[in-house]
């Protein structure tokens, strides 16, 4: 469907155009006339389905240019905020940019003449606190809103939402947990579920004592993200392939590097979970489990980074002995068809 049968304006229409924005996911075809028509939200939708367009292309119609901060935006990693920021500026849209490890003086100066402020919810508080931030908006987007409330920070949104009130909200994530609406229970959301919670993606495993030899065999050119457990195993399997790694003792910096990498030309990262969600990276062919997640859920979000954007994707689990009781529980409760390689 092309984006103005959904009621977007020609000028916005013809700059997605100019982007490679042509024609509208399922997604954003059944959340943007509803955001246009200035309802409540509850998004469930698969990541890598087109989320940050189906809230960003309402925004860019609804808010007034140089009118002030009218929009916020609650997302849980920095690497989401960068990504959401990047897809606003092409629609045109002035944003504030607040996460923490980075200094505050350019983050004050953006506040005065931002549309909309993206950001981690720490560093928003830390902004209400010193007096910097302080605005009732039009809209309130969060963004992965189930992964805020895995990584705690649902006390921090609360707070957030009693300092800056915002007339709308609207909630997107892979899964809808009830806690998160009851934050908002002065609020009536429309319920839009897109698809279902797992991507297009075929799943294997590999029985073997000796996950670093087999790590090498299983990597063979294509675009891969390794997953494991720990800072510690992701440095040790970082420095043994000479690849770039992500995980939170890094600084701020570093990680966008390795980022910047592996968007451009690296073919391998590995990373803890810091990196399962948020990261759009489109063209992810394979994502290999080095050690197995505890929770079905967090099997999701990881393997959520390959088989995006309509294309399929597959997912290898490396599987020692001590490994099986929880990887057969992530295959109960996920219902999911696994073949085993040699």
């Known amino acids: 469907m092309q984006f103005e049968e959904l009621g977007v304006s020609a000028g916005l229409a013809e700059k997605l155009a100019r982007h490679g ?18 309802k409540n939200l509850a998004i469930r939708a698969k990541t890598g389905s087109g989320k940050t367009l189906a809230f960003g292309i309402p925004l860019a119609e609804q808010l007034r240019k140089g009118g002030g901060l009218q929009a916020m935006v609650l997302t849980p990693t920095r690497e989401l905020a960068l990504q959401i920021d990047g897809v606003f500026r092409k629609l045109g849209l002035r944003t504030a940019l607040i996460y923490g490890g980075v200094g505050y003086d350019r983050q004050i100066r953006d506040l005065h003449r931002a549309e909309v402020v993206v950001g981690t919810p720490g560093r928003i508080l830390d902004h209400i606190a010193r007096g910097n931030l302080r605005a009732r908006f039009q809209v309130t987007v969060l963004d992965e809103a189930d992964r805020m409330l895995d990584m705690g920070f649902l006390p921090d949104v609360s707070r957030i939402m ?15 947990d009830r806690r998160i609406l009851k934050v908002f229970k002065d609020k009536r959301f429309e319920t839009v579920l897109v698809g279902e919670e797992m991507p297009e993606i075929e799943h294997f495993y590999i029985d073997t004592e000796q996950k670093m030899k087999v790590l090498r065999k299983v990597l063979n050119g294509e675009k891969a993200l390794i997953f494991c457990n720990t800072k510690r195993m992701v440095q040790r399997v970082g420095d043994w392939l000479r690849i770039p790694a992500l995980h939170g003792d890094m600084s701020q910096a570093a990680r966008e590097r390795n980022l910047h990498k592996f968007r451009n030309g690296a073919r391998y990262l590995v990373a803890t979970d810091v990196a399962a969600r948020g990261l759009d990276i489109p063209e992810v062919e394979i994502v290999v489990n080095f050690d197995i997640p505890k929770d079905s859920q967090t099997y999701v979000h990881r393997v959520g980074r390959t088989g995006r954007a309509g294309k399929r994707g597959r997912v290898v689990n490396l599987l020692k002995s001590r490994d099986h009781d929880d990887f057969r529980r992530i295959l109960n409760d996920l219902d999911l068809e696994i073949e085993r390689l040699s």
């Open 162 to 176: 009693r300092e800056c009130p915002s007339e709308l909200v609207w909630l997107f994530s892979a899964t809808l």
């Open 21 to 38: 924005f042509k024609e509208a996911f399922e997604v954003q075809e059944r959340t943007i006339p509803l955001a246009l028509q200035k």
